[in-house]
């Protein structure tokens, strides 16, 4: 069975520095790779994904993540963190085709320091 | 991108009644819907797969008759928590592929309380 790892359940950063969230999977087949974003209280918004092709993937806000299949991981970066980008991120796994069945990582809050 | 609304956004209901909770895809049509359960600051976990016309598939520890889902059409998707307890609190949010090998598009979620 497919699951997904964020090793880290806090991070907290400074406001303009550098960020990476971790993320491992395990999965038999080609992963779907996804990060999304959820603000308290709130849905979840789609950050990027990966299907297939370019291993840096570019998505919304300034991030981007790469897929290191060697490594069965999809990193989250982003280069200088702004305070609205506090909020809770999920990477995600699809069981099958793109987006259906998704399994979550258990989640990184990221706070950041003014 | 495409649009999936969930309504109510929240919810508070007494131990015992049913809750309908409702996910629409407002701008395609949908064979399929998923629904998500999230326990207070923890992951989301894949609670059933909605299928239009025919009988949703639960996942393992899922109980069904607790947990009833109804397809009804290619745009509506109805999760009803049947006899809620306290324990049913939760989150629970949709998600709608627009259609095969493409991503699925989540609602906004809804916030059940049970007192």
């Known amino acids: 069975a497919q699951s997904v790892t964020q090793p880290d359940i806090h991070i907290t950063v400074s406001e303009g520095a550098s960020l990476e969230l971790r993320c491992n999977y395990s999965?038999?087949?080609?992963?779907?790779l996804f990060w999304y974003v959820q603000s308290p209280g709130q849905g979840l918004q789609l950050l990027l994904k990966?299907?297939?092709?370019?291993?840096l993937v570019q998505g919304i806000k300034g991030f981007e993540a790469e897929f290191k299949r060697s490594q069965s991981s999809f990193n989250l970066r982003k280069p200088s963190v702004h305070w609205s980008d506090a909020a809770e991120y999920f990477c995600?796994?699809?069981?099958?085709?793109?987006?259906?069945?998704?399994?979550f990582g258990g989640g990184t809050r990221l706070m950041v320091k003014p | 991108g495409a649009v999936v609304s969930q309504h109510p956004s929240r919810v508070i209901c007494k131990s015992g009644t049913s809750v309908k909770i409702e996910c629409r895809s407002l701008?395609?049509?949908?064979?399929?819907m998923f629904w998500y359960r999230q326990f207070p600051k923890k992951s989301l976990m894949l609670m059933a797969t909605?299928?239009?016309?025919?009988?949703?598939?639960?996942e393992q520890g899922v109980e069904k008759d607790k947990f009833l889902i109804n397809h009804a059409s290619l745009t509506l998707s109805t999760l009803t928590v049947t006899s809620a307890h306290p324990e049913d609190s939760s989150f629970y949010i949709c998600?709608?592929?627009?259609?095969?090998?493409?991503?699925?598009?989540f609602g906004q979620g809804t916030r059940l309380t049970v007192v």
């Open positions: 998600s709608a592929p627009k259609g095969v090998g493409t991503e699925a598009f």
């Open positions: 999965y038999g087949a080609t992963p779907y």
């Open positions: 990966y299907f297939s092709g370019d291993t």
């Open positions: 995600a796994v699809a069981r099958e085709y793109a987006g259906n069945m998704l399994t």
């Open positions: 701008d395609f049509q949908a064979t399929t």
């Open positions: 909605s299928n239009e016309g025919s009988k949703a598939t639960y």
